[in-house]
């Protein structure tokens, strides 16, 4: 299924062209109560068996609306953590040595590597459609296209074996970076830079698991005002969606709604006040942003 959290906060389920209400099924059933979010309706899915029934019955039998005329949302505003990992296609790696100066990796362990990881805040949360601020203080801000998977269940000392049944699906993640004035050489300052209000974008929904035989086989594009900006692969990552469960959950709790994003591969571009940007990810879907300098 592919779940949306459309108009005024509603989930919704999207089959085709169309838009199905699942909410208030979901709350008539009382497997959600009124005035729920969409962690609440991840965690009801991906934990109650008898809830992801009635959400399908629902994409059956509810009256639904063009997607068209939908305004789609972020898939959800309020993950209790958004895990972001750093430098882990190797020709991003060689980008940012040449852009950056950044550190070499090439002799990192995949622990190593996965220990890097780091926290983007919720508030740096935007949707499908939306636009991206550049901030006034920098004169270089980057795009980045990703995939993210979804947690649905509480995950803890998880093997990469298992680790995928503890996914609840997948949605694109724009991981927008600030590259000037920090960034440069060795001072780490990711979650500033990468933290920024608009700086991350989700949808355009969430594609559950069963939808996905294999998240490291999809391929990833960009397009930057038209033109071909970005063209990639997942089975391209130095360590994949089953590394990051293991390595994370060995560290800590992962709960439903909780969000990992893989990392970006090489062709990030410097955006531009006016820019559009359209990214789409294999099985998932496509979204666009737009792009506007602070005033």
Known sequence: ??????????????????????????VKAGHLRSGYTMLEVIAALANQPAAMQCARD?????????????KLLAPIFNPGSLWA????????????????????????????LMAEFFLKPTSSIIGPGDTVILPKISKDVDFECELCAVIGKRARYVSEAKALDYVFGYTICWDLSQRDPWG?????????????????????????????????NLSINVEQNGKPAMTAHTSDMICGIREHIRFLSSVVTLRPGDLITTGT????????????????????????LRVAAEK
């Open 1 to 26: 299924m592919k779940i949306c959290h459309y108009n005024s906060n509603q989930a919704g389920a999207v089959v085709g062209d169309k838009v199905y209400p699942i909410g208030e099924a979901l």
């Open 58 to 70: 629902a994409a059956k039998s509810a009256s639904p609306v063009p997607l068209i005329s939908a």
């Open 85 to 112: 990992a750093a430098a882990n296609y190797k020709a991003h790696q060689a980008e940012m040595r040449i852009k950056m100066g950044s550190a070499d990796r090439a002799e990192l362990s995949p622990d190593e």
């Open 184 to 216: 440069r050489g060795r001072q780490n300052t990711r979650n500033i830079r990468k933290g920024f209000d608009t700086f991350t974008a989700l949808g355009p929904w969430i594609v559950t698991r069963d939808e996905i035989d294999e998240p490291q």
């Open 265 to 288: 591969p090489a062709g990030v571009k410097k955006l531009a006040d006016g820019d559009r940007l359209k990214g789409r990810i294999e099985k998932i879907g496509e979204m666009e």
